[in-house]
C-alpha cells in the first residue's frame, strides 16, 4: 500500500498530526513502538496544563487559541471530555521582576499577551491572593494572574481519541 504520510511516534503530537492529516484526506501511516496510549513516553499521565495566555512568548498565543478550539471540535465530535477548564493561577513577586537583565518576566509577558489578545483574565494583588488561596504562604509582593479558561488536557485520553477518529476517515 501507498501512503502520502508515514507518522513514526503516536503521542500528543503524532497522533495529533495523524487526525489533522486524515482530515484532508491523506492517506496515513502511523507507527509507534508500543500500542497508543502507553505509559512509556512523554505523553503519558493523567493531565498537561494549559492555558491561552503564555508566558513564552505572545507569538504562541494564536496557536494556543486555536489548539483551544480544536479540543472542543474533537470533544463534539467524539462526545468525550478532552479538557477542562478549571482555571489558572501563576503569581510571582512583581511585574517588574526579570530573570535576565532588561527582558520581560514570565508574568509581565503572560499579562501583555492576554491583554493583546482580549484573553479574560484577572491581575491580583498579594491581598486578593490571600483572601482567595489561604492555603499559600506570601510574602506581601506577590502578584497574580489568574485565566479562568486555562485548564487541564487529559493527555491520553487526547491521543486514543485522535488515533480513533483518524482511523475513522479511513
Not at 82 to 104: D, E, R, Y
Request: with cysteine; net charge negative; proline share 5%.
Amino acid at each position: 500500500m501507498l501512503y502520502d504520510v508515514i507518522i513514526v511516534g503516536l503521542g500528543a503530537v503524532g497522533s495529533a498530526t495523524a487526525y489533522q492529516l486524515s482530515a484532508t484526506n491523506k492517506k496515513v501511516l502511523g507507527i509507534d513502538q508500543f500500542q497508543p496510549p502507553h505509559t512509556l513516553g512523554s505523553s503519558h499521565g493523567d493531565t498537561r496544563i494549559t492555558r491561552q495566555a503564555i508566558g513564552e512568548g505572545k507569538h504562541y498565543v494564536p496557536l494556543v487559541l486555536r489548539s483551544h478550539q480544536i479540543w472542543r471540535e474533537l470533544e463534539s465530535k467524539a462526545n468525550i471530555e478532552l479538557f477542562q477548564a478549571c482555571g489558572g493561577l501563576i503569581f510571582g513577586t512583581n511585574l517588574n521582576n526579570a530573570p535576565v537583565h532588561g527582558s520581560p518576566s514570565f508574568l509581565e509577558v503572560t499579562v501583555a499577551a492576554a491583554k493583546e489578545f482580549c484573553i479574560e483574565h484577572q491581575v491580583l494583588d498579594c491581598q486578593e491572593m490571600q483572601k482567595r488561596y489561604p492555603q499559600f504562604h506570601y510574602q506581601g509582593t506577590e502578584i497574580g494572574y489568574f485565566e479562568p479558561g486555562a485548564g487541564l488536557l487529559k493527555p491520553e485520553k487526547c491521543i486514543e481519541t485522535q488515533l480513533k477518529l483518524a482511523k475513522e476517515m479511513v
